[in-house]
């Protein structure tokens, strides 16, 4: 007669499941989720690597601006939920050197009328996904592609627009909330900017409620409306 270990018993009559575990493999890890209630757990300050040439910038738009067009999420309406990041004006804008903020994967690779827009979802937060727009690509990049933080990209496509940053996290709802990449980056990288003048993460971040109380107008994703907020924060 075959003779079976007590633990094959267990996990054949299936009766004591619950207090055993079938498995041998003990070392099983939480994996990162994709989902993040930033209303629950706040805003977490994960990226230390920036992703553009900031010596070479003159200025940045500010979150919530009206710089551009409309590029707003479920959750807000008509205003610039992302960042213009704009080169100064005696730099050759093509040669702008454009890096990965995260470690990560391509989500989205999305061909421009200027340049290559390329989406990366962290690996340490994958419900977070940093967009880059206008890209002038080093070499081609496919969905599910590996990235690692300061990875060269390319450069940004010239003068023809600004460069553009834009954050995005998986709400519980399974609706995109956009957040300011200035929310998310760490205090090393922070001391970038302040070594650039900026006093507070604010200074670069309308609020919601400053927003509304000076609502913008909009005509599909065109601003329609004068904007009595600063827009721009110039660097020193």
């Known amino acids: 007669m075959k003779k079976y270990t007590l633990y094959t018993l267990v996990c054949l009559f299936g009766f004591l499941i619950p207090l055993f575990k079938c498995s041998k493999d003990d070392n099983t890890k ?3 989720s994709d989902i993040w209630d930033i209303e629950k757990d706040g ?3 994960f990226i230390s690597t920036n992703y553009i040439e900031l ?3 003159y200025r940045i738009s500010r979150f919530r601006s ?4 409309d590029y707003s999420d479920a959750f807000e309406h008509c205003r610039s939920m992302k960042h213009y990041f704009e080169p100064a004006i005696d730099v050759d804008w093509s040669l702008i050197k454009i890096y990965a903020p995260v470690t990560g994967i391509i989500t989205r690779v999305e061909e421009e009328w200027a340049g290559t827009k390329l989406e990366i979802a962290s690996n340490d937060y994958p419900a977070f996904r940093i967009s880059i ?3 002038n690509k080093i070499k081609p990049f496919n969905i599910n592609d590996t990235i690692s933080a300061g990875q060269l990209l390319g450069t940004h496509i010239g003068a023809q ?3 553009d940053i834009s954050v995005i996290v998986n709400d519980p709802t399974r609706q995109g909330r956009f957040v300011s990449f200035f929310d998310v980056m760490t205090d090393p990288l922070y001391k970038q900017f302040t070594d650039r003048g900026v006093n507070n993460r604010k200074d670069l971040i309308i609020s919601k409620e400053e927003r509304d109380r000076y609502p ?3 005509n599909g994703d065109t601003f329609t409306s004068l904007d009595s907020l600063e827009n721009w924060f110039v660097l020193k």
């Open 161 to 163: 627009t600004y460069s």
């Open 43 to 45: 805003i977490p300050r």
């Open 216 to 218: 913008l107008t909009c």
């Open 30 to 32: 939480t994996q990162p």
């Open 133 to 135: 727009f206008h890209i």
């Open 66 to 69: 009206s710089v551009g067009h």
């Open 55 to 57: 010596g070479k910038i």
